[in-house]
């Protein structure tokens, strides 16, 4: 099983940009598919952003496609998730997970979670 830490959150006004950052032990993630969910309060945990294995393949929900860029750097073990133009709505917790073969959508596909972290963003 391998293990994900998630860093980078913070508190940022609209228009701001953010680096989270998703640090894997345990296993290497080369042949892991990498995906962000996010949930907000009272709200379902969502698909932000997914990468495969080896970072040519990228998917985006439609609210962050062109603000939004997920990266890998296999060699360090790390998934990233750079965020651009920031908006309220997408103040939640931001999760880093892992599945082995191909990126998926769906987060119950994903079987490795980190603990989350939080992004506000404020108007």
């Known amino acids: 099983q391998v293990q994900l830490v998630e860093s980078g959150g913070g508190l940022m006004h609209t228009g701001g940009s953010l680096t989270l950052s998703c640090a894997a032990s345990?296993?290497?993630?080369?042949?892991?598919?990498m995906g962000w969910f996010r949930q907000a309060p009272g709200k379902e945990r969502e698909f932000v952003a997914a990468?495969?294995?080896?970072?040519?393949?990228?998917r985006y929900k439609d609210s962050v496609k062109g603000r939004f860029t997920i990266s890998r750097d296999n060699a360090k073990n790390t998934v990233y998730l750079q965020m651009n133009s920031l908006k309220p709505e997408d103040t939640a917790v931001y999760y880093c997970?892992?599945?082995?073969?191909?990126?998926?959508?769906?987060?119950?596909?994903?079987?490795?979670w980190g603990q989350g972290t939080q992004v506000t963003v404020s108007s």
């Open positions: 345990g296993r290497t993630i080369s042949t892991y598919g």
């Open positions: 990468i495969n294995w080896s970072g040519s393949s990228t």
């Open positions: 997970a892992a599945r082995w073969g191909i990126s998926s959508n769906a987060y119950y596909e994903y079987n490795s």
